[in-house]
């Protein structure tokens, strides 16, 4: 079982910058891809980044104006979304997700599987992020 903890939501202004967390716990997750989705109420779930817990690749989708940066603390079981230049439409509710890593693949391959995922093995409760214009 892992359990992932989001916070550092909340409101900002466009072109302000913020960071969330995602405190990671329970069992072994060497081998585990760590993911950052978003979330509008009536839209589609959106893919914005992974990373691989074990030697820190990434992984982004979409978001090609490198305004989003993923990693992760291993010594503090933490990852983290950067967020720069702040849109209104960044507003939503940002999920980490964990997903075991399949053998096998690269983790290119599977956290390139991990954005076209409909599910996920851990799924944290969101956090809030609100940007004004």
């Known amino acids: 079982q892992v359990q992932l903890v989001e916070s550092g939501g909340g409101l900002v202004q466009t072109g302000d910058s913020l960071t969330l967390s995602c405190a990671v716990s329970?069992?072994?997750?060497?081998?585990?891809?760590f993911g950052w989705l978003r979330q509008v109420p009536g839209k589609e779930r959106e893919f914005v980044a992974a990373i691989s817990w074990s030697g820190g690749s990434t992984y982004y989708e979409g978001f090609r104006e490198g305004r989003f940066t993923v990693s992760r603390d291993a010594a503090k079981n933490t990852v983290y979304l950067q967020m720069n230049k702040l849109k209104p439409e960044d507003t939503a509710v940002y999920h980490c997700?964990?997903?075991?890593?399949?053998?096998?693949?690269?983790?290119?391959?599977?956290?390139?599987?991990?954005?076209?995922?409909?599910?996920?093995?851990?799924w944290g409760q969101g956090t809030q992020v609100t940007v004004s214009s």
């Open positions: 329970g069992r072994t997750f060497s081998n585990y891809l």
């Open positions: 997700a964990a997903d075991r890593k399949p053998p096998r693949i690269t983790s290119h391959e599977a956290m390139r599987a991990m954005a076209r995922a409909a599910n996920h093995d851990y």
